[in-house]
């Protein structure tokens, strides 16, 4: 996942400190991971590590747009992130997930991939639902004709007629 030598951080040899790192994330990011939901994108990742003695602070910030399929009509459209997330990086015996922001890596491993974790925080900043967004005049940007189509089909459906029931008694309320 992503280019190992461009996500990995050597930081054994950083000093003690601040240190930033900005890292373009696109579609060959992105390909390189089986059954990703996101196939393109344009992000910008500025990261911020904090080298301790017993740790490493990672800061990511996260800008740019990606590629997603929208919910409503399938057609791909570009989605607007932006985020910030934080990673601690541990010393310990053997590697291991504490939390959703903390991981323990070996004390004798001297660089870490970040590629991992840039695409988790990525994928995260995504919304559950991803629809078309509306325009300036409030109307939807749908692919019309998917939209017509899945109107008509809906038309010919029936419905069941217990569930019928259950919205009548829904609307009473």
């Known amino acids: 996942m992503g280019k190992a030598s461009e996500f990995t951080i050597p930081f054994k040899g950083l000093s003690t400190g601040f240190h930033e790192f900005t890292y373009e994330v696109n579609h060959l990011f ?99 639902q991803t629809i078309h967004p509306e325009n300036k005049d409030g109307d939807m940007t749908c692919d019309n004709e998917v939209i017509e189509r899945l109107n008509r089909l809906n038309k010919h459906n029936q419905t069941d007629p217990r569930w019928d029931t259950l919205k009548k008694l829904k609307k009473n309320k």
């Not at 740790?55 to 997603?68: C, S, T």
């Not at 934080?86 to 004390?107: H, Y």
């Open 30 to 128: 992105f390909e390189e991971i089986k059954y990703s939901e996101i196939k393109k994108g344009q992000i910008e990742i500025g990261l911020t590590l904090e080298k301790q003695e017993t740790m490493l602070v990672l800061n990511f910030r996260i800008d740019g747009l990606v590629e997603v399929n929208c919910d409503r009509c399938l057609e791909p459209f570009n989605y607007p992130i932006s985020g910030e997330q934080q990673l601690i990086v541990q010393f310990g015996n053997s590697f291991k997930e504490e939390t959703d922001e903390i991981i323990i890596i070996p004390e004798n491993d001297h660089e870490i991939n970040i590629a991992p974790f840039v695409y988790e925080y990525v994928y995260l900043l995504l919304p559950l």
